[in-house]
């Protein structure tokens, strides 16, 4: 149970709508190919502004997920 | 007026909603022990995932109170 | 199209609502006086904590413009 | 001798003449409840501004004490 | 089994053997007056040095805790 | 009284007596040009040595005002 | 011989023995699918402790492998 | 001579050649506003990519500068 | 056009002539087995020397691509 | 005039009366084996206490020499 | 007793073994020429990795020493 | 061949004419006194700027060597 290991890879999520949910975007498009996602951690959150407001908020993210099978 | 101390702590709050709601929760259970809570910062926005979703956010924060009586 | 060339300044918004409101608070503030706008990032997630519960938010966001003519 | 265990606790002072103070008056107000202080460490000098001038200073510290009997 | 709110504390562990003594040596302390420790995170590992060899071993971690009931 | 948003700049003060003056000496340059200063926060204590001696402290600063009219 | 292409991948192993042994099982792991393997560097230093012991160490690294043919 | 104040602002400067010239790019465009420019740091080495190859270096700096008249 | 999802990966490209060099040889490595690059971020500048002169140059990196079909 | 090169020692000085004095005490003692001292960078500012309050002050920072003859 | 100054270097040790003995492997080639050595600080674990598993340990830090007669 | 000591000194080299040059210049500086030296790490790119132009670049590195005999 104790020796297991992780991969944990470094995506960015967007949304036109908030920050939490670019973090829920990126981590959809994580699981369509990733298997065994266990947690996220925030690393910057940023966005694009137009016209004088956000455009779409970028959330990037590390995810780790288990390799043991 | 001026020679105030604070003291800080540091809390990590959950939540199944989102990433305010976590905060909000850690300065809830903060108040029920601790008087006069000041401030609090951010320190890291994490959180579980389960079945390719996220099950619950965890933000650590410090959280500040005065000192003086 | 190439050698462009932007300017970063640095605000704090603040929000009784919620730290995506901050956000949004400090934006508007800029876009009324700098034009061209074009991304931000979030520096420090803080707030002011009255009676055991959130007052404000405060966001500091380092926000980016255009300097061409 | 060696096998000590050690707890710091963050805290910030202020003060309104000068930075050293600030320090000074948060480990004095420390050592009112916590015995055996053995260290500090500044991590961060801020301070307050009235009317164009410093109102008063803040220094936020780690105070570390020995945990043992 | 979601909204959970934790606590961390800063210590300070040390050991004559190695370093991974040092942080057993913590969190053993820790354990006699903190229930429910959950976590550990190692933020700095330091010695002191007397007659050209290694003293002791001291290693700083934050020790993380449930405060539900 | 909770929208406020604030801008800071980045100021570097200098001083041949001391770190705390050079401070004093930044925040009395920007009180000059900008009025409703709020806060500061020391990023940076430096300086230049001639003939073995500090020849001036320079201490980098950021210091935020209301942008509130 | 000089313009070689390397990539680094970023994994957690855990131990209940030591932290070492962590570091050597995410090593090991990684071995199994990634051939040409050069270089790691720790990053963070972690663990689960329960009924006030060490139940398993966690150690995030980056491994660093060739690319080239 | 001693008791001088400098401004440092953020700039970002890009080129389709290379890391120096988007730094170049940066100050002379700020030296067409900015007078007494003293000093640069680069914060950010950055760029885009097209068709798998560079189209433009963005480099971020802090540019410092005299406030003295 | 707003909910894209991107990947970044750490490379480390290297240079017998400089480092802008070591920085296109890690895109141009990357290009050839990932489509959609469209962004990099330097993390490191490195090198080896031998008999008193740089050998080659190393340069740690971030590339990032789209995840979108 | 532009080819210098410098080099930068680390150092910590104490002082029983306040931090900037154990700055000038270090940078003494570095004049005694050191010609061309050029500037100072404060690292870290710490001290000891016993019986409750500060017994000296340890400030550590770099100091930069030339290397030209 | 209190105005003394001391200086820091930083070391790499290497070791086949493990972590620590990188770390004793360092200290003990400083002794051999510095005198008076106080304290170490670890900055930085990292190693080779050799036909799938680690071929010897690296480990770097700041080694510090009075500078006092 | 594995129980190396390294050393590391910092470093400040200056050119005219770019970077890179400023980095050769250091380490060419270096390798007069110091041998076997094996790497460098930049730490910082600055420069001067003089009528708003850059007069030289300054970068800072840490240039590491063998103690072995």
Redesign the interface.
Known sequence: M???????????????E???EA?????????KTLHK??????T??????ED?????WQV?L???FS?DA
């Open positions: 104790s020796d297991h290991v992780y991969k944990a890879v470094e995506l960015t999520g967007s949304s036109t908030n920050s939490d973090i829920r975007n990126a981590i959809a498009k994580a699981a996602l266990r947690w996220f951690e925030v910057d959150i940023r966005g694009h502004i004088g407001a956000i455009a779409h990037s590390k995810v780790g390799l």
